[in-house]
């Protein structure tokens, strides 16, 4: 298989589209075809040749994509990838992931807004943070994230999660408002604090606070403490426990008989009950 690294020639003001460069397209290029593909930057069109320094390898195993010297110009990277690997050296604008199925995106920075939009499959983890609307459904949208897993090791923005079907999202750090709007299905596990209006207008779903809570809202319905709970979001669901004591919340009663679980650590949140 082929190992493709492209390194950055040099800082760029407007933001490149790199939804071409993708493990499952590159394993079937040579590399001046690589050279001439032709990348949209914003009202004309690039190519990969000139903005970047292109190496080709043979390597074993699954194709990959190395982006050295990345900032937060360079946009869609990994979107729509089906396999293989994409590795981010330095920062990443809008859709790192965007519709991904499959294979693995790690971005060693930080991701801008839509990380992982619409997301189907995979695996992609930011060691840095991320702005909004991680995991999140397009604007207008009501169809987010349906697979695959997001792991964010920073900080989060607001509405991660936005109509979220299935998957898993994990923010190791704080996040912004209304994480979990609209979700439907999935897990998010935060590990910091949470601000306002966690899970407004979820049906189905969970959702995990290990940190802060500041309020639950009041169309939340609280179901008591649970300790090292396993989370079904299905009869067929074999379950996935989280370790922990924790207020137990079905909601959002907006919604006739909701089936969304809002699991908000004990020891951080004393003052929530």
């Known amino acids: 298989m082929k190992e493709l690294i492209l390194t950055l020639q040099k800082d760029i003001i407007v933001p490149v589209e790199m939804d071409k460069v993708i493990p499952n397209v590159i394993e079937n290029l040579s590399l001046e075809e690589i050279k001439n593909l032709e990348l949209v930057q914003g009202r004309k069109r690039v190519k990969v040749g000139d903005l970047f320094d292109v190496?080709?390898?043979?390597?074993?195993?699954?194709?990959?994509?190395v982006i050295k010297n990345s900032n937060n110009k360079l946009k869609y990277v990994g979107s729509k990838m089906t396999k293989g690997e994409v590795i981010v050296e330095g920062d990443v604008g809008m859709y790192v992931g965007a519709e991904m199925k499959g294979g693995k995106i790690i971005v060693n920075g930080n991701a801008d807004s839509w990380a992982g939009q619409n997301m189907k499959g995979g695996e992609l983890l930011i060691k840095g943070s991320a702005r909004d609307y991680v995991g999140s459904a397009y604007r207008g949208d009501w169809r987010g994230m349906s697979g695959g897993k997001i792991i964010v090791e920073g900080n989060a923005g607001n509405e991660i999660g936005e109509f979220m079907r299935k998957g898993l999202i994990h923010i190791k750090g704080n996040v912004g408002i209304m994480a979990g709007i609209h979700q439907n299905?999935?897990?998010?596990?935060?590990?910091?604090?949470?601000?306002?209006?966690?899970?407004?207008?979820?049906k189905a779903g969970a959702i995990v606070v290990y940190g802060k809570v500041d309020e639950v809202l009041p169309s939340f319905k609280y179901e008591g403490i649970v300790e090292n709970p396993v989370i079904k979001l299905s009869k067929k669901d074999e379950g996935t426990p989280i370790e922990g004591t924790f207020y137990k919340f079905i909601g959002d009663y907006v919604h006739n008989k909701p089936k969304g679980q809002l699991y908000i650590s004990v020891e951080n949140n004393p003052h929530l009950i």
Do not use: S
């Open 55 to 65: 190496e080709l390898n043979e390597i074993e195993g699954e194709p990959r994509v």
């Open 185 to 202: 299905g999935g897990i998010i596990i935060i590990d910091g604090d949470v601000d306002v209006r966690v899970g407004g207008e979820m």
